[in-house]
């Protein structure tokens, strides 16, 4: 006749050290390539945040330009500036270059100061646009 402990220690089955260690490596070996997935992920996604703030930082510098044109088409460079701060550590960068008597070009690029000199250098340009803006009235 069996004793309990006897029965106890019949019935419960456990893990060896070597299915432990072997499952142990499995798992480190499924999470590397999970952890770099999600590392890049993140990396991806503050860049594409920054492009689309840029963006939309850009757009409205623009539209703030188109309608002082209306009022103020001035010379050519009237427009112009260089590294004004848009919020946060956004800059930006407007040229203003005359394409005839009555149409002006305006560009306008706008990027993060990721180096925090406040000026916007060429590889810190996240979005560049460019329109024409022409004279409303003489």
């Known amino acids: 006749m069996l004793s309990p402990a006897g029965i106890i220690s019949k019935h419960c089955k456990s893990f060896t050290i070597t299915e432990v260690v072997v499952a142990s ?17 993140h ?8 492009r689309t703030r840029s963006l939309i930082l850009a757009q ?3 539209d703030e330009i188109r309608a002082r044109s209306i009022y103020n088409f001035g010379s050519s460079g009237s427009f112009t500036a260089n590294n004004v701060a848009l919020g946060g550590s956004y800059l930006c960068n ?3 270059t005359t394409a005839g008597t009555d149409l002006k070009q305006i560009t306008v690029s706008v990027g993060c100061d990721l180096n925090g000199n ?5 590889d810190e340009i996240q979005v560049t646009l460019a329109t024409l803006i022409a004279r409303r009235w003489q």
Request: hydrophobic letters at 65%.
């Open 25 to 41: 490596l499995l798992l480190a070996v499924a999470i590397v390539p999970i952890l770099k997935a999600l590392t890049s992920a």
């Open 43 to 50: 990396v991806s996604s503050a860049l594409i945040e920054r």
């Open 60 to 62: 409205a510098k623009l």
């Open 94 to 96: 407007v040229a203003d």
């Open 118 to 122: 406040s000026v916007l250098a060429s």
